[in-house]
């Protein structure tokens, strides 16, 4: 016995009680959000290749680098970006389940929090210039510089960006249906907290 279209048609998930996954078969966020993602990768990819240079010309200052450095300035960054991380994350898992109000507050709790990445920044290179760590030194100097500023930039686009998610989920943008725009954010944010989880060994841990 055969069973007919209508049959067929009839055991077919209607198209508004499939879920948002379900529907949407593309990237997270948009391509646009993952060509600024590859440019940002491959920037720091040619930045870690010329450290592994650089240390491998100049062995003793990289090896004696990690003990002129604020170590604790390192740890609270770290603790900055996991943080803000799992929050960004957590502000999605509540609007893909309709909590606007919880998303709002994990999204403003994880602004706050990262927040504190700048701040500590700062903080640690005022600590270094009273020491003589100016980037005028070796090699070890120069290149830790480099790479933290260039981070340092990377994220102060994610406060813009994280501010600008907030203040549409604020007004309603998002929804558990329509919350692209998060996704995207989300994916750079943490693209960017998974470049500092290299540095931070790199330059305040190994010798």
């Known amino acids: 016995m055969t069973a007919s279209q209508d049959d067929l048609d009839a055991l077919a998930i209607p198209p508004a009680m499939a879920s948002p996954e379900s529907r949407d078969t593309g990237i997270p966020g948009n391509k646009a959000i993952w060509v600024?993602?590859?440019?940002?990768?491959?920037?720091?990819?040619?930045?870690?290749?010329?450290?592994?240079?650089?240390r491998a010309h100049h062995p003793e200052a990289f090896h004696q680098g990690p003990a002129k450095l604020w170590t604790l300035a390192g740890i609270v960054n770290t603790l900055v970006m996991l943080t803000s991380s799992f929050m960004v994350a957590?502000?999605?898992?509540?609007?893909?389940?309709?909590?606007?109000?919880?998303?709002?507050?994990?999204l403003v709790l994880a602004l706050v929090t990262a927040l504190g990445y700048p701040i500590m920044k700062v903080?640690?290179?005022?600590?270094?210039?009273?020491?003589g760590l100016d980037g005028g030194g070796d090699v070890f100097q120069l290149?830790?510089?480099?790479?933290?500023?260039?981070?340092?930039?990377?994220?102060?686009?994610?406060?813009?960006?994280?501010?600008?998610?907030?203040?549409?989920?604020?007004?309603?943008?998002?929804?558990?249906?329509?919350?692209?725009?998060?996704v995207a954010f989300a994916s750079y944010w943490h693209a960017t907290?998974?470049?500092?989880?290299?540095?931070?060994p790199l330059f305040y841990v190994l010798p």
Do not use: C, P, Q
Not at 193 to 200: A, V
């Open 143 to 182: 290149a830790y510089y480099y790479l933290t500023f260039n981070h340092l930039v990377h994220v102060s686009w994610g406060l813009l960006g994280m501010a600008w998610i907030l203040a549409r989920l604020a007004t309603g943008a998002y929804s558990a249906s329509n919350h692209k725009g998060m």
């Open 36 to 54: 600024g993602i590859f440019a940002e990768m491959t920037e720091f990819a040619l930045m870690f290749f010329v450290y592994f240079i650089a």
């Open 123 to 131: 903080l640690e290179f005022r600590w270094n210039l009273a020491r």
């Open 193 to 200: 907290d998974l470049i500092w989880l290299m540095i931070f």
């Open 90 to 106: 957590s502000a999605l898992h509540a609007i893909r389940a309709d909590r606007r109000r919880a998303a709002l507050t994990w």
